[in-house]
Nanobody
């Protein structure tokens, strides 16, 4: 599976962005999908995950109520809608496909395929 993320950019605090991740190469609908992020000098951390059919989602506590993960299997695309952005959300955001399960997972090692990352910068 090849993953291509896009939609990052520079936004003021309180603003919104929508990230997209297009998959190619294998049957997208068979994979649980996730978004992770990595800020400078920090470990890559889990942000959100969605099951193969969108029926289950999971979020890290710091983004609950502000971020929404969704997917469109007909377009082989997973989205991350980010509202009420704060400077602490500044990071490179990566999409990933779960290599072991069609469900949700917050564990990095569950994800076999990774996109190239898209930069999100939130100014104060």
């Amino acid at each position: 599976v090849q993953l291509q993320a896009s939609g990052g950019g520079l936004v003021q605090a309180g603003g919104s962005l929508r990230l997209s991740c297009v998959a190619s190469g294998r049957t997208f609908s068979g994979y649980g999908m996730g978004w992770f992020r990595q800020a400078p000098g920090k470990e890559r951390e889990f942000v959100a995950a969605i099951s193969w059919n969108g029926g289950s989602t999971s979020y890290t506590d710091s983004v609950k109520g502000r971020f929404t993960i969704s997917r469109d299997n007909s377009k082989s695309t997973v989205y991350l809608r980010m509202n009420s952005l704060i400077p602490e959300d500044t990071a490179v955001y990566y999409c990933a496909a779960n290599g072991f399960s069609a469900g949700v997972s917050s564990t990095k090692s569950s994800y076999r395929y990774w996109g190239q990352g898209t930069q999100v910068t939130v100014s104060s």
